[in-house]
């Protein structure tokens, strides 16, 4: 056998432990909409800047340093998981990370955020995107690997911590490929999704041609995560609250739909996650995710009802309610408790992610309330 072989022998079946455990992880049932014994609960972004851990560590090492050195990502991740006492532990990572073996180079810039040095803009830019190079990115997977091995036992309340692993959408990657980096109002994305369809030029291809690289390569890149030992991807589209209705559903769902096919076809759960996403939730939850993310602008309630309950929802507090004083955070985490009636299938989260200069006793305390809130008696 070849050494390679042997490998994958060994994370085979350290994936069938994962799929083994997943009935006693309160997390996963709540993502598959099964009846637990309370409210799971993880933060987005819990491990970052508001964490002084985090910061010891990103003093000596640059964040994509820390993205790809797998015992510094793992550990990052285990500690805040740890810290805060959550059912769930995202993987250290960052969504640009595949722009990289596209063949697109990319920098932090403080203050800042990310910049794209040479960004898409052209159909034949989007054409030399390589999608051969995705073995590059397994650093991510031995990262998942290490946490899934810290994380094998059941914790001392006999539940199975979920390993989250994740990667952009393709709508909101190829926003950064395109803009080259944040952006307000998407100008050069939408120009370039719109194309010259009138003209029948060339250019008018590049969107299809962006869309289907991105696909293929985040596919592979999931299927690495899952294969070290993630139990659920969360795909993240962060910005498509930019999108109408209309161009969601002419540009961005067919793409995203068949990237949550390709990760539900490896057998696990998706979460499918964007702000400002009050109008597109009935569209985005045409892709077959099994779990939709909520910003904390709508109403759990309005909107699972919207939703006909036919999927599990992520959410949704106001990530600056921890800065509120303690009655009003308490008042609002039961608000979303309450919205969300004991009925299965919902994951306790912010609706976006956690800032810097939170503070963590914030945190804590709310992973506390969850704890300590007993199901409403739906069921
Ligand atoms: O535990 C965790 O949840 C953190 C892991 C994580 C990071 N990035 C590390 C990071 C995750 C899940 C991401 C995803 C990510 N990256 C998204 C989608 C998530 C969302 O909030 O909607 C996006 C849009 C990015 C791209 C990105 N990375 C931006 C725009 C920035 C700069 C903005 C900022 O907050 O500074 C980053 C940097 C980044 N990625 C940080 C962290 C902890 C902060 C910078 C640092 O440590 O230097």
Redesign the pocket.
């Known amino acids: 056998m070849l050494r390679s072989e042997i490998g994958s022998q060994i994370t085979l079946s350290t994936r069938r432990h994962n799929l083994a455990a997943r009935n006693g992880s309160r997390f996963l049932r709540a993502c598959l909409r099964q009846p637990v014994d309370r409210t799971p609960v993880w933060f987005?972004?819990?491990?970052?800047?508001y964490m002084h851990e985090y910061r010891a560590v990103?003093s000596h090492h640059s964040?994509l340093e820390i993205c790809r050195t797998p015992e510094i990502a793992a550990e990052v991740t285990i500690t805040?998981a740890e810290r805060l006492g959550v059912d769930a532990a995202?993987i250290?990572?960052?969504?640009?990370l595949p722009l990289t073996p596209m063949g697109l180079d990319f920098e932090?810039v403080a203050d800042e955020?990310?910049r794209v040095h040479a960004p898409i803009r052209t159909a034949n830019q989007a054409r030399a995107l390589r999608t051969d190079r995705t073995d590059d990115l397994l650093y991510v997977a031995r990262a998942i690997e290490k946490v899934a091995a810290h994380f094998i036992s059941p914790r001392t309340d006999g539940d199975q911590l979920g390993i989250i692993g994740?990667c952009g959408a393709p709508f909101?990657l190829a926003s950064y490929m395109i803009e080259g980096g944040?952006s307000r109002n998407y100008i050069e994305t939408k120009k370039l999704m719109y194309g010259d369809s009138a003209a029948l030029s060339a250019e008018s291809q590049a969107w299809p041609i962006l869309m289907e690289k991105l696909v293929t390569v985040l596919a592979e890149y999931a299927a690495q995560q899952v294969e070290a030992g993630a139990d659920v991807i969360q795909v993240?589209d962060?910005w498509v609250g930019a999108l109408s209705v209309s161009d969601y559903r002419q540009y961005a769902l067919a793409p995203t739909t068949d990237l949550i096919a390709r990760i539900r076809n490896l057998g696990v759960p998706v979460i499918y996650f964007g702000?400002d996403t009050a109008s597109l939730l009935p569209a985005m939850s045409e892709t077959g995710a099994d779990v939709l993310g909520l910003d904390w602008r709508t109403p759990l309630d309005h909107a699972w009802r919207a939703l006909n309950h036919s999927v599990a929802v992520q959410g949704n507090l106001d990530p600056i309610a921890l800065f509120a004083p303690e009655a009003i955070l308490q008042a609002r985490v039961a608000e979303v408790l309450a919205a969300a009636a004991g009925r299965p299938g919902h994951i306790f989260n912010l609706g976006?992610?956690i800032v810097p200069n939170t503070p963590v006793d914030a945190v804590l305390a709310v992973v506390h309330q969850i704890k300590n809130s007993a199901l409403a008696s739906l069921r």
């Open positions: 987005l972004r819990q491990a970052g800047r990103r964040l805040a995202i250290f990572a960052d969504l640009l932090f955020g990310p994740f909101t944040s993240f962060s702000v976006h992610g």
